[in-house]
Nanobody
Framework: QVQLVESGGGLVQPGGSLRLSCAAS????????MGWYRRAPGKQREYVASITSGGVTNYADSVKCRFTISRDNAKNTVYLQMNSLKPEDTAVYYC???????WGQGTQVTVSS
């Protein structure tokens, strides 16, 4: 079993930055490819970014060059640094261990002036 807890969401103005964290606990959590997804109001959940246990990253085109995913395996934590935020980035952001049923509870990100 793996438990995932996100934090770091909030309200930010357009052009601002936030860093989300996802703390993982449980057995062997460091072996998983970890990812971030988001669900905007009235829309389906969409992929944002992922990182393998070895640090290989991948991003959705909509966030490429603005968001950076990273992980600290010693701390069992995955991060999502979000820069140049836009109103369309407003969503609940979820952390997951890719290809498993392990999901966090989500953290709200609101980009508004």
């Amino acid at each position: 079993q793996v438990q995932l807890v996100e934090s770091g969401g909030g309200l930010v103005q357009p052009g601002g930055s936030l860093r989300l964290s996802c703390a993982a606990s449980g057995s062997r959590s460091s072996i998983y490819t970890m990812g971030w997804y988001r669900r905007a109001p009235g829309k389906q959940r969409e992929y944002v970014a992922s990182i393998t246990s070895g640090g290989v990253t991948n991003y959705a085109d909509s966030v490429k060059c603005r968001f950076t995913i990273s992980r600290d395996n010693a701390k069992n934590t995955v991060y999502l640094q979000m820069n140049s935020l836009k109103p369309e980035d407003t969503a609940v952001y979820y952390c997951t261990a890719i290809q498993t049923d392990y999901w966090g509870q989500g953290t709200q990100v609101t980009v508004s002036s």
